[in-house]
Structures are given as C-alpha cells and as structure tokens.
C-alpha cells in the first residue's frame, strides 16, 4: 500500500502543478489555443504509451467492446472538450489556486450526487457530512485572495482577483467532469460480469482523450485556423509551459493514477490524490511569490477533510459500480 500511495501521492502532485502551466501560458496567448495544443499533444503522448506498453507485452486490460468505447467517447466529450473549455478559460480569469480548490472540491460532491442519482452508490451519514464541509470549503476558498511578492520576475496573473464569470466557469467545469466520471463508469457497468468488466484503462484514457481532441479541433479545421493556433509555439515561454504542464497533468498524472489504483485500494488511493489543493499552495509561495493568509490553507484542508469523508463513505465505495471520485480534469 506503500507504493500506491506514493503514486497517488504523486498523481496529485502533478495535477496541481499542472494547472500553473497552463495558466501562466493562457495569460500570453489566451486558453483555447493552450487547449487545443494540450490535449493534441497529450493524444500523441498517450498514443505512444500505449503503443509501447502493447508492445511489451503487458495487458493492463481488456480491449473495450464498442458500447464501452462510445461511452468513453462521451465521457471525453464532457470532460476533455465541454469542460476543458471553461476550465482553461477560468484557470485564466480566477488564477490556478482557485480552479484547483474549487475543482478538487466540488467534483467529488458532484460526481458522488449523480452517482447516487443513477444508482451507483448511495452515500451515508459520513459523505453528507463530507458534502457539506467541502461546499463550506469551497465558498471560503473563492472569497479568500492572495497576494504577490514583490521578488522582480513574479507572475502576477497567477492569483487575479476574483472573477465572477471565472467562478461560474470553474464550476460548470467541475459539472461537466461529474458527468464525465459518471459516464466513463458507464462503460465499467454495462460490463459487470462479463470478460469486459476490467477495460484496459490506458486505452480508455486514449479515447477519452481523442473523443476531447476531435470535438476541440473540428471548428478551427473547419475554419482554417489550424495553422495560426501552431504559430503560438514560436513562443518559447508558452510552448515550454504547454509540453511541461502536459507531461505531468493529462500524461503523467493519469499515469501515476493507473499505477497506484492498480497497486491499492480505490478509497484511500482516492483521498490521497484528492489532495492537490494542498499541494499547490506551497507550490505557489515558493516557485511565484503568492503569499496567502491562514484562511486559505483551512479551506484548502477542510476540502481535503471533506473529499476524503466522501471518497471514503462505506455507501458510496461498495455501490454495485461506485464510481472513484477522484477529480480527473485536464490536469
């Protein structure tokens, strides 16, 4: 269990940090670019993961049947294109810090209420709890600022001040991941019993994956853009940032997941990774100079606290295909 736990513990290492790369990237040349040229890298990447994994002979699960596929294909809709297009978008307007806390925090909460909704899982006492701390949480970590050093070189656009239309966009963004879990678990459920039920998960990530990228990229193809969006890689600072925030959000952190949910149990490999709110704050006051009061860190462990209370709820880890509550955005 030592081992998951590293690796979960670093699954939610690498989802806080990626969210600061692409921000600081948006900042310069705007989110959908920096979206667009994430998850097309992030398909290649995955794509040769997969490609070398097959090739070693390792087979981390069976080969999702069609049904299953288009139910990833659905759940990469919502997630990696719906969501991804407000999440990038308010990683801009409201600063990392936030859209992780308020991510990290709600999607949980709201992938457990859909799940209990379509039958997969009915929470007890200790997940309502669990609920109504991370929403207490979560409204203290929007209202709470921090503030930059004064260290020459600081970014100053990584903790902007609060933006309502950027807060509606973080949680739209954390409903449409919900869905996204909820109905990537779909595919799992229509399978229970059956030679099927364990999909190999680094293909389901590809296709979630590639389901995102085509939706993303149709409307520039169609358009002819396809060449101007390339152009932003000129830049160096933004190009570094992208492949960066790439390798160790949608890449590495899913990785380190599958590892570390293949190696322990699904509740406490959950509650590790959903500590990412924790770990981007000293990230922030080291690497930028964000200095931020005693109330951010209190939301920010309440939230943990509270996820793990949820991810840990006896009535929402033995539902007959519970879904793992673990926020998978495009991190």
């Known amino acids: 269990m030592l081992t998951a736990a590293l690796f979960a513990g670093s699954?939610?290492?690498f989802w806080a940090i990626g969210?600061?790369?692409?921000?600081s990237a948006g900042q310069r040349v705007g989110s959908f670019p920096v979206n667009l040229l994430r998850i097309i890298f992030a398909v290649v990447i995955m794509s040769l993961i997969v490609i070398a994994v097959r090739a070693c002979g390792l087979v981390p699960g069976s080969v999702p049947t069609l049904a299953q596929a288009g139910w990833f294909g659905v759940s990469g809709l919502l997630g990696m294109a719906i969501g991804d297009l407000m999440n990038f978008e308010s990683m801009v307007?409201?600063?990392?810090?936030?859209n992780v806390q308020i991510n990290c925090s709600l999607v949980p909460v709201l992938t457990a209420g859909l799940a209990w909704w379509v039958g997969q899982g009915v929470p007890g006492w200790v997940g309502v709890l669990g609920f109504g701390l991370v929403l207490i949480a979560t409204s203290t970590a929007v209202v709470v600022a921090g503030r930059i050093g004064s260290r020459p070189g600081l970014d100053h656009s990584l903790e902007p001040k609060a933006s309502v239309w950027g807060v509606m966009l973080t949680i739209g963004a954390a409903c449409t991941t919900a869905g996204s879990m909820?109905?990537?678990?779909?595919?799992?459920?229509?399978?229970?019993?059956?030679?099927h039920a364990h999909p190999d998960p680094l293909l389901a990530t590809l296709i979630r994956l590639s389901a995102g990228c085509v939706a993303l990229w149709a409307w520039p193809l169609a358009r002819g853009s396809g060449r101007r969006i390339f152009a932003v890689m000129k830049d160096k600072t933004v190009a570094t940032n992208i492949l960066i925030?790439?390798?160790v959000g949608p890449v590495?952190?899913?990785l380190c997941l599958m590892v570390a949910l293949g190696l322990g149990d699904s509740g406490p490999v959950s509650a590790i990774v959903s500590t990412s709110?924790?770990?981007?704050l000293p990230v922030l006051r080291w690497r930028y100079g964000v200095r931020l009061g005693p109330m951010a860190w209190i939301a920010a462990v309440a939230a943990v606290i509270g996820v793990a209370m949820i991810t840990l709820d006896?009535?929402?880890?033995?539902?007959?295909?519970a879904p793992s509550v673990v926020a998978q955005p495009s991190r």
């Open 11 to 13: 699954t939610s290492l």
């Open 19 to 23: 969210p600061i790369f692409f921000a």
């Open 93 to 98: 307007l409201v600063g990392p810090r936030m």
């Open 182 to 195: 909820v109905t990537g678990r779909q595919a799992t459920e229509i399978a229970v019993g059956t030679a």
């Open 245 to 247: 925030g790439t390798v």
């Open 252 to 254: 590495g952190g899913v």
């Open 277 to 280: 709110p924790l770990w981007i």
């Open 314 to 321: 006896p009535g929402m880890r033995h539902g007959r295909a």
